[in-house]
């Protein structure tokens, strides 16, 4: 709870600051105000408290993922000082957004009642509309923020009338009310269906297959501080929160769910994998590998009672990776018309430096060894093949293979082909950023328990 007010009153403090005319102190003071609530989160880690009727539970697995999310806030908002240095006018503006979807990712995984749980979802999302749609002059931007939030809305609305179905087949909000009846022989035939709609509603905020068809465009089209917003903070924040609202629910009793997850698991990766071999903007490829991995993540859900761990793992891995990539597109692509492979041409010539991170982070995400996200798949398919469900493990095991493919593509456009211009001034927070966050993804590969352990 200390945590959410925290990060509130920070929200607060980005916009006074435009007010007395600190835009330049912006950025530095919200990133030092972040890793004191990091410190904050951190001292609260093992504390087991509930406030204000229940509303928010304070756990280990809120307080470990809240500390994910607070991490990959202070690299966007790194990040921002060079992406919105034309409008540093409205820099307090794009940063506070960012401060209040992150109070919306912590009231999400800290939720102890579905009313919570919708109003953290509601924030994050209404941010996230905002943020899509930012470049006004932008025609892809405009069309982005609508088709976002038109399918935002769709799902928002399939998970409230899930909620009200839960309500009224248990008659409370509470999670552990709600955690106590749905263990009985005899339910209400309102909660299974009120459990399918949220569930429904929170892949459409994964963009897991069929629900995915949102998310190349909306990627396309968003500023790429938007997208590396979505496919790292907003993916990892909607997965975790799906994790915690099917466990309080105990779904993973039923057969048929564990059925659904393997189909929706498997079209997840396979489409996301086979589509993104044909692309050549990299924003899309990104998009539809996000797609991939919302497939490998939803494996966690098949264990729900000891899957937690490599869940934050997986999510680390994943977003880690993704922050170092996105860092590097955002100095390629500055001032181009759009993000194609072309602008890649050459860039180990030019920077050797951020070639290497971008090829070290794709590397992770196709599960290469040494990465965090070799380790990552591994944990992840252990359990799988220990729950019992090796088809799914061989399928998985397929498309880390075929991923490779679409990855080197863009490898190799960095090293064999002769640079597009001459070299760029890169400005200091873009390595910090990328150096920084490769070499925690590379920290979580060889010291893999750090995180494991956190949640066992």
Known sequence: MNTLIAIIGLGVLCLLFEIFNLTKAIVPLTIVGLLAV???????????????????????????????????????????????EKHQTKISDYVAIKIFLLAGSVAMVSFGNLAMFFLGIEVLSIALY?????????????????????????????????????????????????????????????????????TIGMLFKIAAVPFHFWAPDVYEGSPTMTTALMSTLAKVVAMATLYKLLSVMNADISESFKIVVVIISMASMTVGNIMALRQINVKRILAYSGISHAGFMLMTLLSISNSAGSLLYYASAYALAGIAAFSVIIYVCKNRDNEDIVNFHGLGKNNPILAAVLTASLFSMAGIPIFAGFFAKLVLFSATIEAGYIALVIVAVINSIISVGYYFKLILAMYTKEPNEERKATPFIIYAVAVIAIGLNIALGLFPSLVLDLLS
Not at 48 to 62: A, D, G, L, P, R
Request: glycine share 8%; aromatic share 14%; charged share 10%.
């Open 38 to 84: 990091l410190g904050l989160t951190v001292s609260e880690f093992g504390m087991e408290q509930s406030y204000y009727n229940n509303m928010i539970v304070v756990n280990k697995f809120s307080t470990s993922f809240s500390a994910l999310f607070i991490v990959l806030t202070t690299f966007l908002v790194a990040l921002s000082h060079n992406f919105y």
């Open 130 to 198: 905002v943020l899509a749609a930012s470049d006004r002059l932008s025609l892809k931007s405009n069309e982005a923020g609508m088709k976002y939030f038109l399918m935002g809305s769709f799902a928002s609305g399939i998970i409230l009338f899930g909620i009200c179905m839960i309500y009224g087949a248990m008659g409370s909000f509470d999670v552990s009310d709600i955690s106590a009846m749905s263990q009985s022989a005899e339910l209400p035939i309102w909660f299974p269906i009120g459990v399918v709609l949220v």
